[in-house]
């Protein structure tokens, strides 16, 4: 079961959130907030899974608030639900595991979720690319290789690690070792960063 709690400040949007992710029988809504003060508070004493946050928010905002939930409850993991996508490389930098666009079908929302939850890290494919430039160069290092690219492309779409060896024909071993080096020299420090700075670089 995924403990997930919601960071929105319009109650109607928090509503409609919990009626659309309570229909799912392995997520469980176990609080709701409409800032990220009220949210920190509301962390400890509900040790929820996942965090599902807007950025724009009275009082301390989404960005903030992820930078303090990753010093105090590193476990947990924050999911960005906004309409900007000005805002990713921000979003990434604080320490947000996924970051989603409020344009996403109910199905793409629910997949997020549980990827969050298994330790990927979904991006929503529609942010514009040249917002991902906000994530500043990394270091040249080497060329990333075709096969590097393959995971990278898949890794992007939310595939499982898994299922990325198996459609490419690869043992997970290899999948693994191949997204490690992706990350080394395109600089990224987790899934995310890897896909966004791929995309920056026109290499997916």
């Not at 290789?145 to 024909?169: C, F, Y």
């Not at 999948?175 to 395109?186: I, Q, T, Y």
Request: one cysteine or more; proline letters at 3%.
């Amino acid at each position: 079961m995924i403990r997930l709690l919601l960071v929105e400040d319009h109650q109607i949007v928090r509503e409609g959130l919990r009626r659309m992710l309570e229909l799912e029988g392995d997520i469980r809504i176990v609080g709701e907030c409409a800032n990220g003060e009220e949210a920190l508070r509301q962390t400890s004493a509900l040790a929820p899974d996942v965090v599902l946050t807007d950025l724009k928010m009275p009082g301390m905002g989404g960005l903030e608030f992820i930078r303090r939930l990753k010093a105090v409850r590193p476990e947990c993991r924050a999911l960005v639900l906004t309409f900007y996508d000005e805002f990713l490389a921000d979003a990434l930098q604080a320490g947000a595991a996924g970051y989603l666009l409020k344009d996403l079908q109910r199905e793409e929302l629910v997949q997020a979720v549980r990827a969050v939850h298994q330790g990927r890290s979904p991006l929503h494919l529609t942010v514009d690319r040249d917002r991902l430039a906000a994530l500043t160069s990394a270091p040249p290092g080497q060329d990333v290789s075709e096969q590097e690219r393959a995971v990278l492309r898949l890794v992007a779409q939310g595939v499982p690690t898994r299922d990325i060896a198996r459609q490419l024909a690869y043992s997970e071993s290899t999948v693994k070792r191949s997204l490690r080096r992706a990350m080394e020299k395109l600089g990224a420090h987790n899934r995310a960063e890897a896909v966004a700075e791929a995309v920056r670089r026109s290499l997916i």
